[in-house]
């Protein structure tokens, strides 16, 4: 039974470019959340989405966006990088109802922004 | 806003013995989950245990076990008879209950386990 599964493992962009981070839920998960991990730091929450749209959002700016597929995969989209988007980037994934699904975290997408 | 604080950067324990980290939390809610996430340098956030807050029964799991304080807002997670695959940063969490899958997390513990 596989995972979360996330790609690229790591990349790097330079300022001012566009990135896109993929994931693919554990399956029978059908909500995906995106995490930004700065170094040092917890995780902070950037947006879920269910049913292919975008739920609950949390304090990022209109560059960051996402987008949820018919077979539950999600794309987490960055536009304008800035130096400070370099962070590692985790995917979650869940099943409803989300109180009685615990999260499942894939490895994580590591961003280097030059 | 809810705020997770952990208040320990880093602790160390030998092989063997027992540790206790501390967290403590904000919150206006009455309803809610408590969460201890490890995260090995593989980098995945693997779940170690879970608190409801209207549970007054601490969870435990295996050699986890949490000290939840609903008045105190704290939330402690002790590991007994530590092992060197407990090596890892460890994450306290909070998420409101009623559908939100938003994680409030925590700075994190970097845990040494000494052979």
């Known amino acids: 039974d596989a995972g979360v599964t996330q790609s690229p493992t790591h990349l790097i962009k330079t300022r001012g470019q566009q990135v896109t981070l993929r994931c693919s839920p554990k399956s029978g998960h059908d909500t995906v959340s995106w995490y930004q991990q700065a170094l040092g730091q917890g995780p902070q929450f950037i947006f879920q989405?269910?049913?292919?749209?975008?739920?609950q959002r949390g304090n990022f700016p209109d560059r960051f966006s996402g987008h949820q597929f018919p077979n539950y995969s999600s794309e987490l989209n960055v536009n304008a990088l800035l130096l400070g988007d370099s962070a590692l980037y985790l995917c979650a994934s869940s099943r409803r109802p989300i109180d009685n699904s615990p999260l499942h975290f894939g490895n994580g997408t590591r961003l280097t922004v030059t | 806003a809810q705020t997770v604080t952990q208040s320990q950067p880093e602790m160390s324990v030998q092989e063997a013995e027992t540790v206790t980290l501390s967290c403590t939390y904000d919150t206006s809610e009455s309803d809610y989950y408590l969460f201890w996430y490890k995260q090995p340098p593989s980098r995945q956030m693997i779940l170690v245990i879970r608190?409801?807050?209207?549970?007054?029964q601490n969870a435990t799991e295996n050699r986890f076990s949490v000290n939840f304080q609903k008045a105190a807002k704290s939330f402690s997670l002790k590991i007994s008879d530590s092992q060197l695959g407990d090596a890892a940063m460890y994450f306290c969490?909070?998420?409101?209950?009623?559908?939100?899958?938003?994680?409030?997390f925590g700075k994190g513990t970097k845990l040494t386990v000494n052979p």
């Open positions: 608190q409801e807050a209207y549970k007054q």
């Open positions: 969490a909070y998420r409101i209950q009623g559908g939100s899958e938003k994680l409030v």
């Open positions: 989405y269910y049913e292919e749209e975008e739920r």
